[in-house]
């Protein structure tokens, strides 16, 4: 079991910051590729990036690729979303995810956080 923990969510203005973070307390972090996804008010949830539990592979949707960078500190068992450059439509609930493979797709993810939002405005 993997139980996850989403922070660092907030108020931000355009052209701003914001450092996400998701946390769990398993001993088995590494095993797991993480994945980050979005969901806006009366829109499905889609997906934003993903990154491998081990050798540093990464996906990001075209969206947010170029100002969004996915990492995470295995010995912390920690993985990070760092959104710079924001837009209003970067305004969502972010969830992180972990699954045993790296895709873009949600269903290939079996633990996920409660979520944390994230609002800019312009």
């Known amino acids: 079991q993997v139980h996850l923990v989403e922070s660092g969510g907030g108020l931000v203005q355009a052209g701003g910051s914001l450092r996400l973070s998701c946390a769990t307390s398993?001993?088995?972090?590494?095993?797991?590729?993480i994945g980050w996804f979005r969901q806006a008010p009366g829109k499905e949830r889609e997906f934003v990036s993903a990154?491998?539990?081990?050798?540093?592979?990464?996906y990001y949707a075209n969206s947010v690729k170029g100002r969004f960078t996915i990492s995470r500190d295995n010995a912390k068992n920690t993985a990070f979303l760092q959104m710079n450059s924001l837009k209003p439509e970067d305004t969502a609930v972010y969830y992180c995810?972990?699954?045993?493979?790296?895709?873009?797709?949600?269903?290939?993810?079996?633990?996920w956080g409660q979520g944390t939002q994230v609002s800019v405005s312009s």
């Open positions: 990154r491998t539990g081990t050798g540093g592979s990464t």
């Open positions: 398993g001993r088995t972090f590494s095993r797991y590729a």
């Open positions: 995810a972990a699954g045993l493979g790296i895709s873009t797709d949600e269903n290939r993810y079996d633990y």
